[in-house]
């Protein structure tokens, strides 16, 4: 079926929930007005509606291809590309200084979420240019700026990552690659770097990899770690292509899923050292390198909602027109569309809620991203980032691992003909079971929230989190009617999870392993909470708009329902597995696995 980018709830999310307005008002956001916002993101849509979308299938049944070191991409994946650049998509959030437009997060957010809905394989050679960007707008230096990152946003170059070794997964303390000083300040480059993706291919020019490495005098652990940046083919300080670089592919990976997009072996220094060129200060690159995994990490959790949506727009299509027996109910003497029954109701509802909870979070917290950067007063952008920071592993985490249980019931809807190939449905299940797995797994989000989130600052960003939701517990208490009930269903979600918050900071220094065994349902518990804070406030704007739309306010104030008796129904059953199911998790030996 044909995607169809759901802009009225993106503008609704904007508009109602991350206070587009506010952003607008922003120092430097002036012109991101929500009549500007409105037509970028109907252009947005057109683009990949129109374009990106028909590839979809194409990609998966024509993936990217390798010979003799050359990767071929999917037809029609390089005139896309081309036009994906030249329509300027690349640069919506970056610097007009260097060719972008300098937009907000908030507002390149939702044409993010539809970029990877349309095609989530084609979609990630972008997003690891933006985090190449990212990194050298932070780190590097002012002549690496001005040579890179205009070619990077015009889709001439495109960049990537390289992080994981075949002996080094996430644990980078083991990177070996090592880099070797020159006398004219270069470096010459050797090892070997697995699954990068997008790390050879056909659609641009050149290639600019950001490649960790250690110099020979360097520290031991994360702390010997430098960054780098290795072109595919040398340039001149004006940017003239030269030479290739001795940087090679040597394979690239068969994949469950994502199968257009390209993950790239690569060989550094066969012939001698492939040259580098050092961002920032030795043995920082880790720091660095954070900059475009903190970059990417929003971006999947971005792509967990993207690939959900697509996934529940395919499902409600196929619901609509599959005739298959009588109701329960009696009704009807012949068969009816699936749709009327009620069990695929319930998972169509569990789809709709989860994908709109999972979005609000997450352009929520865009919003605060922007702020963050942006806003006039210093405490208001420490307080903003501190929000978006507690937020990113979250919306990483909850959004992708939600993605797999969308994307489950898109193909359960669909019975038998889920299973086959050619309905769909099975691949927007594929494509999602990396989500969890890159960038971080689940457990590394996890991890992240319990000692970088929660423990640094001794649980203050999650207990004003706590008491912003209690605010809107009362808003909905005042509202009355159906918000009363989603008030108490959010209150015993607030108290499960201020109850696991204090029960981390508690026991982490005397039992970690109990507290850490509980990580990922404690970051599954604030995604639920959170994306059912936004709901509820959702409810509330909706409530106030409904004479405008009836028929969309109405439904939004039905999925928010759902939401609080289905899926926030979870919180206290998973805060007491997180404080009391600690010893069973460990109980078993090695042997008795």
């Known amino acids: 079926m044909s995607f169809q980018a759901p802009i009225k709830d993106m503008q609704f999310v904007m508009s109602e929930l991350a206070d587009l307005t506010r952003i607008a008002a922003l120092p430097g956001y002036e012109d991101a007005s929500p009549d500007v916002a409105q037509a970028v993101l109907e252009e947005a849509a057109r683009f990949n509606e129109e374009v990106l979308a028909p590839l979809n299938v194409i990609g998966d049944q024509q993936p990217s291809t390798w010979k003799d070191g050359v990767v071929t991409t999917t037809p029609g994946f390089k005139e896309a590309f081309r036009q994906f650049s030249e329509a300027g998509w690349q640069g ?61 946003l015009s889709g001439e170059w495109t960049g990537t990552m390289n992080l994981t070794e075949p002996q080094a997964g996430s644990d980078l303390a ?27 291919h056909d659609m641009a020019e050149n290639i600019v990899h950001l490649v960790l490495a250690r110099t020979p005098d360097a520290p031991a652990g994360v702390k010997g770690i430098s960054l780098f940046i290795v072109p595919k083919f040398n340039v001149d300080a004006e940017g003239k292509l030269g030479a290739r670089n001795d940087v090679h592919c040597v394979s690239i990976e068969h994949k469950l899923g994502i199968k257009a997009s390209p993950t790239a072996v690569l060989q550094f220094g066969d012939n001698g050292g492939a040259t580098g060129y050092l961002v920032g200060e030795e043995n920082r690159g880790l720091e660095y390198m954070f900059i475009m995994m903190n970059a990417a990490r929003f971006a999947v959790g971005m792509q967990g909602v993207a690939v959900a949506e697509r996934s529940y727009q395919h499902a409600v299509a196929y619901a609509r027109d599959r005739l298959q027996s009588r109701p329960v109910d009696g009704s009807s003497r012949d068969a009816v ?25 997450a352009y929520v917290a865009a919003g605060q991203a922007d702020i963050a950067h942006h806003a006039a007063d210093a405490d208001t952008r420490q307080r903003a980032q501190a929000v978006y920071e507690f937020l990113v592993p979250i919306v990483k985490g909850w959004s992708t691992e939600m993605s797999l249980e969308v994307t489950s019931l898109g193909v ?8 086959i190939e050619e309905t769909g449905a099975a691949q927007y299940y594929r494509d999602a079971r990396i989500l969890p797995i890159y960038e971080g797994t689940t457990a590394i989000q996890a991890n992240d929230l319990i000692g970088r989130k929660t423990l640094r600052d001794r649980g203050a960003v999650a207990r004003m989190l706590c008491e912003q939701i209690e605010a809107t517990e009362n808003e909905l208490r005042a509202a009355g009617g159906v918000a009363t009930p989603v008030a108490e269903r959010l209150a015993k979600g607030r108290e499960a999870l201020s109850v696991v918050v204090d029960y981390v900071l508690a026991n982490t220094q005397d039992n970690a392993n109990a507290v850490f065994a509980g990580s990922v349902p404690y970051l599954k518990l604030a995604g639920i909470v959170l994306g059912g804070w936004q709901m509820g406030r959702a409810l509330l704007a909706a409530q106030k708009l409904r004479d405008q739309d009836p028929s969309f306010y109405d439904a939004k104030i039905g999925t928010a329902r759902f939401f609080a008796e289905h899926i926030l129904t979870q919180a206290p059953g998973l805060a007491q597995s997180i404080t009391e199911g600690a010893d069973s998790a460990l109980s078993l030996s090695e042997a008795q696995f």
Do not use: W
């Open 174 to 200: 083991m990177v070996r690659t090592r880099a070797e000083r020159e006398a004219d300040g270069t470096y010459r480059i050797f090892g070997t770097k697995i699954f990068i993706t997008f790390g050879e």
């Open 412 to 419: 359960q809807v669909h019975g038998g003909m889920g299973f």
């Open 92 to 152: 919506v959030v970056h610097p007009q200084a260097f060719g972008g437009q300098g937009l907000p997060k908030l507002v390149a957010t939702p044409c993010t979420e539809m970029l990877n809905a349309a095609n989530l394989s084609f979609a990630l050679c972008p997003l690891l240019t933006d985090g190449a960007v990212e990194a050298l707008l932070t780190a590097g230096t002012e002549a690496q700026r001005a040579l890179y990152v205009p070619k990077l």
């Open 337 to 361: 569309t699936i749709i009327h029954h009620p069990d695929v109701k319930r998972m169509l509802m569990t789809m709709r809620a989860l994908t709109q909870g999972a979005r609000a979070l």
